[in-house]
């Protein structure tokens, strides 16, 4: 089990939820993270900033596959369809969140990872 946590927080302004997680972060709690910022971001019609950039993630490439095609809350299409940015630090577990980005690429959802939390948003408030 992991000791991560994690705050989720509404911009009115730019119509973003961000999702700032720390600490270490196991699947369970992943799910419980994206299910949560999905479902406000569809009730909100906002999309949705993860920074995981104080986080550390502790979740197996077998499931980084199969997360987007089996989390009940990405099943949905309202939750399903919201953009999503991810800010990552660089580092060791780059190529886990590359990995991540194009196995939900190829399912069709939409979702980036990002260095910078300036291009992330900007990417977010693009059509």
Do not use: C
């Amino acid at each position: 089990m992991g000791n991560g946590e994690y705050a989720i927080t509404l911009d009115t302004e730019k119509e973003i939820i961000t999702v700032v997680a720390r600490g270490k972060l196991d699947k369970k709690l992943g799910e419980e993270i994206i299910s949560n910022a999905r479902k406000a971001a569809s009730e909100h019609r906002y999309q949705i900033l993860y920074d995981v950039t104080q986080a550390k993630v502790d979740v197996s490439l077998i499931d980084w596959f199969f997360l987007p095609r089996t989390l009940p809350v990405l099943q949905n299409s309202e939750t399903r369809v919201k953009k999503a940015a991810v800010l990552i630090p660089p580092g060791d577990q780059e190529s886990a969140y590359r990995f991540y980005e194009t196995v939900t690429h190829n399912i069709g959802m939409n979702l980036r990872i990002f260095f910078k939390k300036e291009e992330a948003i900007k990417w977010l408030m693009s059509n």
